[in-house]
């Protein structure tokens, strides 16, 4: 088959077409024809060498998210046949082969039924971002029509979905964006208002948005150096949820309005040995949402497999909004 590999560290152009022999299933895997995978922040973290831990062995297969038809499956495999339709998590991370080719292979609990009112590509947004916003809006977060909630990167992969998942609770939804094209859409998605990161304060954002002295929770999609920022928009008691801490600024402002910050890195359990179920749980919420028409991927581009260093040079320009996808 033919994959797209990384064979040194770099900038987009450090992809290559390559003949590799088509993976098989064991046991508890499906191989999966790949129809289409996205772009998430990670694969070009990856690729550019800035996540030594996570890389896997070079050459590498990158992308983690996958949707594609079902090609054969492992003599355990309970949930699927072949020919059906199927979303989910490759890879792309550690000693597991992504799906930047024509086939992968993944562990049956690790995919879910594409929902029938979305194709391929809107299939493929939904895996890393989405579960993302899931674990942040409805496990750590637990949103409640009656919170007041600032989402930071309204229409960012994962800010997009939250947005969604967050208004889908019937609670008051502010997004920060960065022009007034993606205001208007993350208005579209739900957000009852937005602010501007570039030009408010979250002084003056805060003060005109949320009543009770702050946002009862502040969906930190960006993390790192924005945390001080989540830290000041929030209200005492309240909850800060990020995806990003490689440094936490002035612990003491979490300690001065006893603040809970809840980190979530939604791949653990490809990395640890905790059990897949939770990912197979949020795979389906998300399932669900899509079928229900509360969630659904706002997808910026798509490109063909084969022209994954363009798609990568988009996914990492600012003015994209929402995920970039290639199709098979
Ligand atoms: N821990 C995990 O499990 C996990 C899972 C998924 C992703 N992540 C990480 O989470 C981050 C976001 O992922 P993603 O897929 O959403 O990335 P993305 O699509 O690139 O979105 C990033 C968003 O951040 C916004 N932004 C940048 N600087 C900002 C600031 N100072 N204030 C407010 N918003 C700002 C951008 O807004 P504009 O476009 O308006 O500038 C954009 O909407 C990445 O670092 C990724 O690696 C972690």
Known sequence: MTAYVVNKYGDS????????????????????????????????????????????????????DVAGTVAAVGSKVTKYNVG???FGLAGGVTDYPGA??????????????????????????????????WEMVVNEAAIQSENQVLVHGGTGGVGHFAVQYAA???????????????????????????????????????????????????????????????????????TVVSTESSSVPRPDLLHEKALSLNLVLTIVPLLTDEPLSRLQEGLKNLSKHTSAGDVSPLIDSV?????VEQAHRRAEHPDRIGKVVLEN
């Open 100 to 133: 930047l080719a024509e086939y992968t292979v993944t562990d049956e609990t690790l995919l879910a039924s594409v929902p029938e009112n979305i194709d391929f590509e809107a299939a493929a947004a939904l895996p890393i971002a989405g579960l993302t916003a």
């Open 168 to 238: 889908a609770t019937g609670a008051d939804v502010v997004a920060t964006v960065s022009s007034a094209e993606k205001a208007d859409q993350a208005g579209n998605l739900g957000a009852t208002d937005t602010a501007n990161y570039e030009t408010e304060s979250v002084q003056a954002y805060t003060a005109e948005y949320a009543s009770s002295g702050g946002f009862d929770v502040v969906i930190d999609t960006v993390g790192d150096e924005n945390l001080a920022r989540s830290f000041e928009a929030v209200a005492p008691y309240g």
């Open 303 to 307: 490109y063909e497999l084969s022209d």
């Open 13 to 64: 152009n450090v992809f290559e077409d390559r003949t590799v022999e088509t993976p098989s299933p064991d046991d508890d895997e499906v191989l999966v024809e790949v129809a289409a995978t996205s772009v998430n922040p990670i694969d070009a973290k990856i690729r550019r060498g800035d996540l030594p831990d996570l890389s896997p062995l070079l050459p590498a297969i990158l992308h983690g």
């Open 84 to 86: 059906d339709r199927v």
